[in-house]
């Protein structure tokens, strides 16, 4: 089945610096991958996602783009605010309908 | 649009109780549901998922089972409860032609 793998864990960066997280995907079948934000204590929002048919897409300060040649896909986050900080999920998946596979996670931290 | 309801919010369970927790969804017939559960500052880990009623698929053997007697309801329950069942339990949605998943506000389980 599919594996996704999430880097890094944890990510410290300061108030307007950028930020960027990175996903790796083993199926190449795969060809939809959303990007949640998790506040605490709260469930899992999506704040943006691509399909395989596209290299990038961009939403105000986040974007994100896909490699399917490498199998990888990353989320990048410009100009940095403290309410950025949460948890983010990368997730994939193969086929409408498909449940998705989750990456472990990571806590980004956006210091003042 | 789906709208998905999770209750309760909080609850804290004696070892060795029961546990019911129960979702519901708004919006189109016939959805993917999906219980996952999540340890302190840890990732997603799926429980159950159900394609329709009384269809119950379940990813890791544990302490819980869940139900689909409605459509559009989907209930986690445990005859008695461990200590290891404590985490945060979420109740997802998907729709076979969008595959986006939309998560529950979560309920947060803590055994005692």
């Known amino acids: 089945g599919e594996n996704v793998e999430q880097h890094p864990s944890t990510l410290s960066v300061q108030e307007g610096d950028s930020a960027v997280i990175k996903c790796t995907y083993s199926?190449?079948?795969?060809?939809?991958f959303p990007w949640y934000k998790q506040e605490l204590g709260k469930g899992p929002q999506l704040i943006i996602d691509?399909?395989?048919?596209?290299g990038e897409k961009k939403d105000q300060r986040i974007a994100v783009t896909l490699n399917k040649t490498a199998k990888h896909f990353s989320l990048h986050i410009t100009e940095t605010q403290p309410e950025d900080s949460a948890v983010y999920f990368c997730?994939?998946?193969?086929?409408?309908?498909?449940?998705?596979?989750f990456g472990g996670g990571t806590r980004l931290m956006v210091k003042p | 649009s789906q709208t998905i309801h999770q209750w309760p919010a909080t609850l804290v369970q004696p070892v060795g109780s029961p546990l019911s927790l129960e979702c519901t969804v708004e919006?189109?017939?016939?959805?993917?549901l999906y219980w996952y559960r999540q340890a302190a500052g840890r990732g997603l880990q799926l429980l159950f998922y159900?394609?329709?009623?009384?269809?119950i698929s379940s990813e890791v053997p544990q302490n819980l089972s869940a139900s689909r007697p409605q459509d559009r309801q989907f209930i986690l329950s445990s005859k008695k409860l461990l200590l290891s069942d404590s985490g945060f339990y979420l109740c997802?949605?998907?729709?076979?032609?969008?595959?986006?998943?939309?998560f529950g506000s979560g309920t947060r389980l803590t055994v005692v």
């Open positions: 199926d190449s079948a795969s060809n939809y």
């Open positions: 159900s394609v329709g009623i009384g269809q």
């Open positions: 691509i399909r395989s048919n596209v």
């Open positions: 919006g189109t017939s016939n959805p993917n």
């Open positions: 997802a949605v998907t729709y076979r032609v969008l595959q986006r998943y939309t």
């Open positions: 997730a994939a998946s193969i086929n409408a309908g498909n449940m998705l596979t």
